[in-house]
Every structure is written in structure tokens, then in C-alpha cells.
């Protein structure tokens, strides 16, 4: 035994070294595939904080340069020095297709190119409102003019009395995916570009895009609502799930994005789980094994125990019934006798000994009879009976030893209740908890007893309101021999556990508060 309780030892540190071993060998690959992905995550955000610094430098650019050629503002006129300024700027920037000075009335001051002399700007076109009202440079939104894709560039001309017009330069937004190629040359089936206020890309780095809307991606609407994001979620362009990372341009003047499939950004990811779930799966392997071995000994060990402690009850019984019919017979014998010489004799004292040996003869038959019904193994007989029948019966006798206590006794059942039991048993169970309620109250008081169908189960509360349980003695509740009465024997709970808990699958719940009362609430299934 001592060298099976050793082996059982080493099993069971070799488990527990495994088992943190395992534990930490998840925590690690966890955090490392946490924090893989999130620099993955991370190099996106950092591409696209470059391309926004880049996209707001450039557009800032062109709005200074466009102010700076048409100063000194002359928008009724234009002299020879701005014209040869604002030509330069075409040559330097060869995706402005062309550059015009717009008064105040929406009509086109100077055009770089003639025929945009007979296409006179709508002075309702939202860009040229915005740019009067607010006095601040910008970006349009995405349009067609001349048969043509087009993005426009905006600065404010400004005199003492306010804006006077503005010039703007027309972009070809197929001439900026240069400003995005080499951000993203290296990421897979990468897509970078700029939308619009309304979600319509205006810029990209493939430029068959240019003209589609991503406003349906959250990413992109977050971003147009001033907010940076990067979200999975299905893409508008190849129907595939992306990452997809946004972030709002300077002044709300649009949206960057960034997106490219989950598979390409986790690919890091995946590499490392290549590796380490095998090694995982390893340790939980030998874990399982362990923990198997283990619980077939332990099954071998309960079986075995089991076995031994079913012959020690066989023993106890066949000992209790032995002892309980030698002692019985004398018992009887001295009950009888005592009887007959009370009745023969006139001396009161002899009267009142000979009742007080009665009494002490019956409590040591009723310790007997528990002694017997819990060491002997009762066949359990399982019929259907009326537990309300049952309650009531026990009402009737309890009822009878509750007169001499002063107890008054209710009982409330709302519905007749069948169940699958064996009568006889729960019978026993609910009097011995009846008996025990009434001794609890000495000097008068109130036992409820009351049954009801409770979530598909009848439901059983044996109140009192008697002198109640120490909190430190509710634990031991049905433990044999355990007792808090000076003349009790401990046995009767044990009986009412075993018969509710163990024979009939039932549930006991017990409260108790001190000068208050008991409450006993059982649950017993229906069938």
C-alpha cells in the first residue's frame, strides 16, 4: 500500500508539472500570437499615417502654390506676371490639367485652356459655395466635367471686404497613383487611396477603382466622421475579407484607406501556429494520457472500496438485526412487567417510577428501530403514490405529539401530487423531521407543512418556528450520531438524508436562524 500511495504520488506531481508546463506553454503562444498580430495591425496603421502625412502635404502644397501665383488678387483682371506663374505650376505638376480664377458671380476669370471659356463654372456647385462661405482652401468631390474624371483643388482669394472668387486646379486622378506605389509595393494585394466626403474614391493605386464607392465599409464611414479605425470586414472591391484601416484627411476633407486581405496580414501569424500548435497538442496529449490513467486507477480504487464498504453493511446489518431482536425480546419483558406492577400497586411513587421506566424503555425501542432502519439496507418498493396523501397521513400522526408541546400544526397543499416513490420511506422521512420540529419547540409554537408543484418538481417545505440551528452545526446535518438534543441519538436526520438524497434523487436545503426557526425545503423529482 505504502508503495502504491508513492507511485500515486509521483503520478501526481509528474500531472501537475505537466499541467503548468501545458498552462504556460498556451499563456506564451497566446501572447505571442497577440502580440504578432497586433504589429501586424500595427505596420498597416503606420503605412497608412504615411500616406496621410503625404496626401495632406501634397494637397497643401498645391492650395499655397495656387494662392502664391495669383497674388496680388486681380480676379477682374489678370496680369502677364500671374499668368506666367500660374503656367508654371502646369508644367511642375503635370497631373493639373488645368487652372482657373473664378469671381465672385461663378464666371471664369482666366482659364488655362480656351474652350473652358464657353463651360463657365455653376456658381451652385457645392465646392465653390463652400469655398465662399467658409474662406478656407480644399478638395472637392469627385466629378465629371468635359467628358472627364476630375478632382478639384480650391483656395479662396481674399481682399479686404472678403473672398472676391477663388482659383482652383483641375487634377487627373488617374495621374496620383504614383503617390501611393511605393508605400505599399511590398504588401500583398495591397489597395491604398483617397475617397471623398461621400465615400467615392477619387485617388487609388490601382486607378481602375477610381469612381467606386467604399461607403458602405465601416472603416470608411468612421473615418469620414473624423475618427481613425481598422475593422475586418467584407471589401466592396474583390468580395473578400480585408483589413481595412481608415483615417480621416486634414479638415474632414475626406478619408485614406488602406486594405488588404486577413490572410495576407496574418500570414505571420499562421507561420507561427505552423509551429506551435503541434507542440500544444503534444503536451495536452500526454496530459489526456495522464489524467486517463489516473482515473481508471481511481474507478479501480471506487469499485474496490465500494465493494468493501457494502460487505462492512452487510455485517453492521446482520450485527444491528442480531443485537436489535436480543435486546427487543428483554425489553418487551421489562415493558410489560412494569406495566402490570403500576397497575397493582396504589403507592403514587411507584406509579410515577414505573412511567419513567416505560418511557425510557420505549426511547431505547424508537433508537433501536432508527439504528436498524439506517445499517439495514432497505429493497427500495417504487410505486406510484400521492405525496399530498403521504404529507397529509404524517400530518395526522405529527398532529397528535404536537398537542402535548402546545404546537400548533398547519397543513397547505394546493393540488393532489403523484409521484414515483416508495411511500413507506418518505413516510418515515417526513415524521422523523416532523418529530424533530416539535421537540424544537418546547414551550409552544407553529409547524406549516405544505406541498406545491414547483419547475417540474414537487417541492416540500416542513417549517417551525422553534429554537433553531447554530450556523456552525448546518453542515453536519445528516451525518450519523451527530446530535444537538441531550436525550437524541442522532440517527434521525441521517435516516431523512439517505431516503430523500440517495434513494429518491432528491434535494434538501436547509435554513435556520436561532430564537426564529427551521425550514426544511425538499425537491423531489416527479417521476
Given at each position: ?150 478632382l478639384v483643388v480650391y483656395a479662396p482669394l481674399l481682399q479686404d471686404r472678403g473672398v472676391v472668387g477663388i482659383i482652383q486646379a483641375v487634377i487627373d486622378p488617374y495621374k496620383l497613383n504614383n503617390m501611393f506605389s511605393d508605400l505599399i509595393s511590398e504588401r500583398e494585394q495591397s489597395f491604398l487611396g483617397i475617397t471623398d466626403t461621400n465615400g467615392v474614391i477619387v485617388a487609388f493605386s490601382h486607378p481602375q477603382y477610381i469612381g467606386t464607392s467604399l461607403n458602405r465599409l465601416e472603416a470608411v464611414q468612421l ?305
Amino acid at each position: 500500500m505504502i508503495g502504491k500511495s508513492n507511485d500515486e504520488g509521483k503520478q501526481w506531481g509528474l500531472g501537475s508539472v505537466l499541467l503548468l508546463f501545458l498552462l504556460c506553454t498556451v499563456g506564451l503562444v497566446f501572447m505571442t500570437l497577440k502580440g504578432v498580430q497586433q504589429q501586424c495591425v500595427d505596420k498597416n496603421i503606420s503605412i497608412l499615417y504615411q500616406g496621410t502625412d503625404r496626401v495632406n502635404s501634397y494637397f497643401t502644397r498645391i492650395q499655397e502654390v495656387l494662392v502664391t501665383a495669383a497674388e496680388p488678387v486681380t480676379p477682374t483682371g489678370i496680369d502677364s506676371g500671374t499668368l506666367n506663374r500660374l503656367q508654371r505650376i502646369g508644367i511642375n505638376y503635370p497631373e493639373i490639367n488645368s487652372i482657373s480664377i473664378i469671381d465672385y458671380e461663378g464666371q471664369t476669370v482666366y482659364p488655362s485652356h480656351q474652350q473652358q471659356w464657353n463651360h463657365p463654372l455653376n456658381s451652385a456647385d457645392k465646392y465653390f459655395q463652400k469655398a465662399v462661405k467658409s474662406s478656407k482652401p480644399g478638395i472637392s468631390e469627385l466629378y465629371t466635367k468635359l467628358g472627364s474624371r476630375a478632382l478639384v483643388v480650391y483656395a479662396p482669394l481674399l481682399q479686404d471686404r472678403g473672398v472676391v472668387g477663388i482659383i482652383q486646379a483641375v487634377i487627373d486622378p488617374y495621374k496620383l497613383n504614383n503617390m501611393f506605389s511605393d508605400l505599399i509595393s511590398e504588401r500583398e494585394q495591397s489597395f491604398l487611396g483617397i475617397t471623398d466626403t461621400n465615400g467615392v474614391i477619387v485617388a487609388f493605386s490601382h486607378p481602375q477603382y477610381i469612381g467606386t464607392s467604399l461607403n458602405r465599409l465601416e472603416a470608411v464611414q468612421l473615418a469620414l466622421q473624423g475618427r481613425n479605425a481598422a475593422i475586418a470586414e467584407t471589401s466592396v472591391l474583390g468580395e473578400d475579407w480585408r483589413l481595412v484601416v481608415a483615417r480621416p484627411l486634414a479638415d474632414n476633407q475626406g478619408a485614406i484607406v488602406l486594405s488588404q486581405p486577413t490572410k495576407a496580414v496574418y500570414s505571420p501569424v499562421t507561420a507561427l501556429l505552423t509551429y506551435e500548435i503541434p507542440a500544444v497538442l503534444i503536451w495536452i496529449i500526454l496530459l489526456v494520457v495522464l489524467i486517463y490513467r489516473r482515473g481508471l486507477r481511481s474507478s479501480h480504487r471506487e469499485v474496490d472500496l465500494m465493494a468493501l464498504q457494502a460487505e462492512k453493511a452487510n455485517a453492521v446489518a446482520e450485527i444491528a438485526a442480531s443485537v436489535a431482536h436480543e435486546v427487543r425480546n428483554p425489553l418487551t419483558g421489562i415493558r410489560g412487567f412494569m406495566q402490570l406492577l403500576s397497575s397493582r400497586t396504589k403507592d403514587p411513587k411507584a406509579h410515577e417510577y414505573g412511567k419513567l421506566i416505560v418511557e425510557e424503555v420505549d426511547r431505547v425501542e424508537v433508537i433501536i428501530s432508527e439504528f436498524l432502519s439506517l445499517a439495514k439496507p432497505h429493497s427500495m418498493r417504487r410505486t406510484k403514490c400521492s405525496l399530498t396523501g403521504i404529507l397529509r397521513s404524517v400530518y395526522l400522526l405529527a398532529s397528535g405529539r404536537g398537542i402535548y408541546n402546545g404546537v400548533d400544526i398547519e397543513f397547505i397543499e394546493t393540488e393532489s401530487i403523484g409521484i414515483m416513490a416508495d411511500g413507506a420511506q418518505l413516510k418515515q422521512a417526513f415524521l422523523n423531521l416532523c418529530t424533530n420540529s416539535i421537540q424544537a419547540m418546547p414551550k409552544g409554537g407553529k409547524l406549516t407543512i405544505s406541498v406545491k408543484c414547483e419547475d417540474g418538481q414537487a417541492f416540500v417545505l416542513i417549517q417551525d418556528t422553534g429554537e433553531g440551528i447554530r450556523p456552525e452545526h448546518l453542515s453536519r446535518l445528516g451525518e450519523r450520531f451527530f446530535t444537538t438534543k441531550e436525550d437524541g441519538s442522532g440517527l434521525g436526520l441521517a435516516v431523512v438524508y439517505r431516503v430523500i438524497e440517495d434513494n429518491h434523487r432528491g434535494k434538501i436545503e436547509v435554513r435556520s436562524e436561532l430564537n426564529k426557526g427551521t425550514s426544511f425545503s425538499i425537491w423531489l423529482p416527479l417521476e
